[in-house]
């Protein structure tokens, strides 16, 4: 995705571009995203949303009521 693309998606998320930008400038966001990636595919989160009950990995929205039951 293109820093533009992002920056298109900021704005219609309605943030802020100049707090978006001195987080991308100063890489603020970066180690605790790397953080967030390495526990997923620790815990075989493969999208979202992703649960893990007793041991069993949940992905992706359920089409089935009884999934959560």
């Known amino acids: ?5 992002i920056e298109r998606a900021a704005i219609a998320a309605a943030l802020s571009l100049t707090e978006y930008r001195t987080a991308r400038e100063e890489d603020t966001c970066s180690a605790k995203i790397r953080d967030e990636i390495r526990l997923a595919n620790k815990v ?5 949303p992703a649960f ?3 041991g069993i990995t949940l992905a992706g929205p359920s089409r089935r009521k009884s999934s959560l039951r």
């Open 1 to 5: 995705m293109s820093c533009q693309a």
């Open 44 to 48: 075989g989160a493969r999208g979202t």
């Open 52 to 54: 893990r009950i007793s």
